[in-house]
T-cell receptor, first 112, second 112 residues
Framework: SQTIHQWPATLVQPVGSPLSLECTVE??????LYWYRQAAGRGLQLLFY??????ISSEVPQNLSASRPQDRQFILSSKKLLLSDSGFYLC???????????FGQGTRLTVV | GQQVMQIPQYQHVQEGEDFTTYCNSS?????IQWYKQRPGGHPVFLIQ?????EVKKQKRLTFQFGEAKKNSSLHITASHPRDSAVYIC????????????FGKGTKLSVKP
């Protein structure tokens, strides 16, 4: 069966520090991969999506970046965090078009 | 771009009362999906609707897709405190990318 792993679960980082969140998927090949952010009391905001290795589409301009070095690995990064980067970050995957999305457990990031 | 609106944003009900949330799109959809996100958790897939006018039931939950495939509703009968969550719709505007667009969700609080 397919599983999705996302870590860490919680993270407290100072302003200006770098960020690296990792997401891996097991049990499927060539998944569509997504990074979402959910600010407190707000909905899911799509940050990046990827349909294949090295293919990244950015939905919202920001100081974050994403990379997909392997088929089932998706990484969210930042060189210098801002206070506004605080939020709940969720990795997700789905298969062929129109299929349901499976979410990781999420990373609660607090930038202080 | 594709917009999806969910109403209401918040809903407080007493245990045993019914609840309905609506998801509206400005364009015709290929399909619509519903997710449930418990406090502190990640969104979990509930159901997908594909056909015009489709109605699906899961125990006390009834999902409906509009005839024009531009809107959908989720109705909960005799709500229970364990139904407290954010209910989020996601739409697939079409194409082969599988890039779902999520609504902001309706936060339901059921008081015992």
């Amino acid at each position: 069966s397919q599983t999705i792993h996302q870590w860490p679960a919680t993270l407290v980082q100072p302003v200006g520090s770098p960020l690296s969140l990792e997401c891996t998927v097991e049990g499927t090949s060539n998944p569509n991969l997504y990074w979402y952010r959910q600010a407190a009391g707000r909905g899911l905001q799509l940050l990046f999506y990827s349909v294949g290795i090295g293919q990244i589409s950015s939905e919202v301009p920001q100081n974050l970046s994403a990379s997909r070095p392997q088929d089932r690995q998706f990484i969210l990064s930042s060189k210098k965090l801002l206070l506004s980067d605080s939020g709940f970050y969720l990795c997700a995957w789905n298969g062929l078009a129109n299929t349901e999305a499976f979410f990781g457990q999420g990373t609660r990031l607090t930038v202080v | 771009g594709q917009q999806v609106m969910q109403i209401p944003q918040y809903q407080h009900v007493q245990e045993g009362e019914d609840f309905t949330t609506y998801c509206n799109s400005s364009t015709t959809l290929s399909n619509i999906q519903w997710y449930k996100q418990r406090p502190g958790g990640h969104p979990v897939f509930l159901i997908q609707l594909v056909k015009s006018g489709e109605v699906k039931k899961q125990k006390r939950l009834t999902f409906q897709f509009g005839e024009a495939k531009k809107n959908s509703s989720l109705h909960i009968t005799a709500s229970h405190p364990r139904d407290s969550a954010v209910y989020i719709c996601a739409v697939d505007p079409g194409g082969s990318q599988g890039n779902l667009i999520f609504g902001k969700g309706t936060k339901l609080s059921v008081k015992p």
